[in-house]
Nanobody, 124 residues
Framework: QVKLVESGGGLVQAGGSLRLSCAASGYTFSVYNMAWFRQNPGKERDFVAAVTSSGSSSAYADSVKGRFTISRDNAKNTVYLQMNSLKPEDTAVYYC?????????????????WGQGTQVTVSS
């Protein structure tokens, strides 16, 4: 079955960096666009970044543009999120997600598979 497993979260000081990974299995990874979302308790799960199936194009939320970079390695069935210049407001559980084929936009409804999440905590 489809499985997404995130890793790489942790505690970091403001201004620091982290690299999240999401290992995919159970489907043909290279066919699907992928994305990262984040969520804090009691709040909506928000779009962070997305990448096309080939990795040739990406999109970002305004709040992370210029600081985060999404990428993928189709040979390793893995999508990454490089997070630089981290701020306390980046603290959240980060989830990777698989986009439904033929959908567009950042709505959660456009994604049909999710990982369990990895906690990122940025201290001030």
């Amino acid at each position: 079955q489809v499985k997404l497993v995130e890793s790489g979260g942790g505690l970091v000081q403001a201004g620091g960096s982290l690299r999240l990974s999401c290992a995919a299995s159970g489907y043909t990874f290279s066919v699907y666009n992928m994305a990262w979302f984040r969520q804090n308790p009691g709040k909506e799960r928000d779009f962070v970044a997305a990448v096309t199936s080939s990795g040739s194009s990406s999109a970002y939320a305004d709040s992370v543009k210029g600081r985060f970079t999404i990428s993928r390695d189709n040979a390793k069935n893995t999508v990454y999120l490089q997070m630089n210049s981290l701020k306390p407001e980046d603290t959240a559980v980060y989830y990777c997600a698989r986009r439904r084929v033929g959908t567009y936009g950042s709505s959660r409804l456009n994604f049909d598979a999710w990982g369990q999440g990895t906690q990122v905590t940025v201290s001030s």
